[in-house]
């Protein structure tokens, strides 16, 4: 069955930690996407990627880098972690045909 | 850039009642709307989503309809169940991007 996995679940770094968030999609999506959930802020698109080697920037991308290696895989790496990184985040693939598939996210504490 | 503006942050309700959701959109492109629901700890699963103007589109009792005209793609449900308790996004796809999220309306439902 097609999905978008995650890991970790769940992360705590401390403040100026080095942080990488995996994401993984068996759906052959050439879309690829970073979000972070927030109260109040709903999701907002960190960064995104349309194939192996291709990075955009998205909507909040300051604190946060990004590199897709492969078709499937998709990381996000926070290089000096802040407590304002503190967020659930999602990765979704999606493409123009298809519905986005959202990942089961990653709870990141940074204290 | 595209946005989308969710009016109500918490809606609360008795079971059997009906309910709706306001969206509104702005976008420069063709719209394609879609509807997540998040119940807690889960990812935003896909709803309900349209891009044809004025066709009321339906699943699992929810049902909404795109009108271009005034950028709205309300999401109803006729008779809430406790187990809508959940937070519902509205989304808007530019394909290039992403979705742009409204900040998410959480429905609670009482006996």
């Known amino acids: 069955e097609a999905a978008v996995t995650q890991s970790p679940r769940n992360k705590v770094t401390v403040t100026g930690g080095n942080v990488t968030l995996s994401c993984r999609q068996t759906?052959?999506?050439?879309?690829m996407y970073w979000y972070r959930q927030d109260t109040g802020h709903g999701l907002r698109l960190i960064h995104y990627s349309y194939g192996a080697g291709n990075l955009q920037i998205g909507d909040v991308p300051d604190g946060y880098k990004a590199t897709r290696t492969t078709q499937e895989d998709f990381f996000l790496l926070l290089e000096l972690a802040s407590p304002s990184q503190t967020s659930l985040y999602f990765c979704a693939s999606g493409d123009r045909d298809s519905d986005y598939t959202f990942g089961s996210g990653t709870r990141l504490l940074v204290i | 850039g595209d946005s989308v503006t969710q009016t109500e942050g918490l809606v609360t309700l008795t079971k059997g009642l009906p309910v709706m959701l306001n969206c509104t959109y702005q976008t420069t492109y063709s719209p394609f709307l879609f509807w997540y629901v998040q119940h807690l700890n889960e990812a935003p699963k896909l709803l309900l989503k349209?891009?044809?103007?004025?066709k009321r589109t339906e699943h699992q009792g929810f049902y909404a309809t795109l009108h271009k005209s005034s950028s709205s793609f309300h999401l109803q449900k006729s008779s809430v169940q406790l187990s809508d308790s959940a937070l519902y996004f509205c989304a808007l796809n530019n394909y290039a991007q992403g979705l742009t999220f409204g900040l998410g309306t959480r429905v609670s439902v009482f006996p």
């Open positions: 349209s891009s044809t103007d004025n």
């Open positions: 759906n052959s999506h050439n879309y």
